[in-house]
């Protein structure tokens, strides 16, 4: 059975636990990094340490994955997340890959800094696979060998500030922002057992407490192996690193279809067009986030073996 690892800060000394209802088990062992926790590190030894003596609330929860680690993320890579982002999903042949800096990782708890000049701060829940083991080419992934390169889940929120993402065409710049990347509060590291609840968790974000999305892993166009498979011909990853896998429908953002953009591209000048894009916004405010707002963020499985915690973001005016 999947378990569920924190890292914390007590007494100004950080460590890494497992969590065991309201208590803490600690690992014993320095490990400055997440990768270092999965390599060094083994399910058994986790899985039979004595019961814990640390209480939840005596610490502070930290990201589990630390800012050593890679920061890889899909785009639009469920069918309606696709539909509202103005892509035609079955022209789709691709997977959307970019990444985001990895000083933009948080706690799951952190509030949310919204920069002086993003008026279209918006939220995406992801799941986020952490890596297993080191892969330095080309390897094939599939569905009966995922777990060998994939130790466990998280959450992630990929907070972006729309109005520098598209306007720029800057996906890393409109989503590294400090504060951008929380992480957490658990790494769930799995079990072979396990592999099946990935293509079955419910995800989940409120904005306060109203639904804002609301999926399952199920309806992914690009699964994890095919994504796995994908990028191990292109670069390195290292145990630890983070792949976020892509957020459902619900967000603020909303694109034309592409019916309409063909059409708006033969009739209006590019100017013209981004103005048209910026007031379709503009007429979503409401849906975008503002300082005092608080997101929370969930991913489980409907039976509750696996729950990867819930994050609260409370968002705040750059100071």
């Known amino acids: 059975m999947a378990i569920n690892i924190v890292r914390f800060e007590h007494q100004g000394v950080v460590g890494w636990g497992v969590l065991q209802g309201i208590q803490i088990a600690r690992v014993e062992g320095d490990f ?12 058994a030894a986790l899985k039979a340490l004595a019961p814990g003596q ?3 609330s005596e610490v502070k929860l930290l990201s589990p994955v630390t800012r050593s680690q890679q920061f890889v993320c899909q785009g639009a890579n469920y069918r309606q997340h696709m539909i509202e982002s103005g892509l035609d999903p079955d022209a789709k042949h691709y997977n959307m890959i970019f990444t985001k800096a990895a000083s933009c990782i948080v706690a799951a708890d952190s509030d949310l800094i919204k920069p002086k000049g993003v ?10 696979l952490i890596i297993k083991r080191e892969i ?5 992934v599939t569905d009966a060998n995922l777990l060998d390169y994939v130790a466990g889940l998280v959450v992630v929120n990929d907070y972006s500030a729309r109005d520098v993402q598209i306007p720029q065409m800057q996906f890393y710049k409109g989503k590294s922002f400090r504060t951008f990347g929380p992480v957490g509060p658990y790494l769930c590291l799995l079990e072979p057992g396990d592999a099946g609840y990935l293509k079955n968790l419910n995800l989940s974000l409120k904005v306060n407490g109203q639904s804002r999305q609301a999926d399952s892993t199920a309806n992914m166009v690009f699964g994890p192996a095919e994504t796995l498979t994908e990028l191990s011909g292109v670069h390195d990853f290292a145990p630890g690193d983070l792949i976020a896998t892509g957020t459902p429908h619900g967000c603020a953002l909303t694109v034309p279809s592409p019916a309409k953009q063909r059409l708006a591209a033969a009739l209006l000048s590019p100017a013209k067009r981004m103005q048209t894009f910026l007031k379709m916004q503009e007429a979503r405010a409401n849906y975008y986030l503002k300082a005092g707002d608080v997101v929370e963020t969930g991913i489980r499985s409907a039976d509750g073996v696996i729950d990867l915690g819930v994050q609260r973001n409370r968002v705040v005016e750059q100071g």
């Open 136 to 140: 330095t080419g080309s390897v094939k």
């Open 119 to 128: 008026r279209f701060l918006d939220y995406e829940v992801e799941l986020g």
């Open 32 to 43: 400055a990094t997440t990768g270092d926790f999965i390599a060094g590190t083994s399910l």
């Open 54 to 56: 640390l209480a939840v």
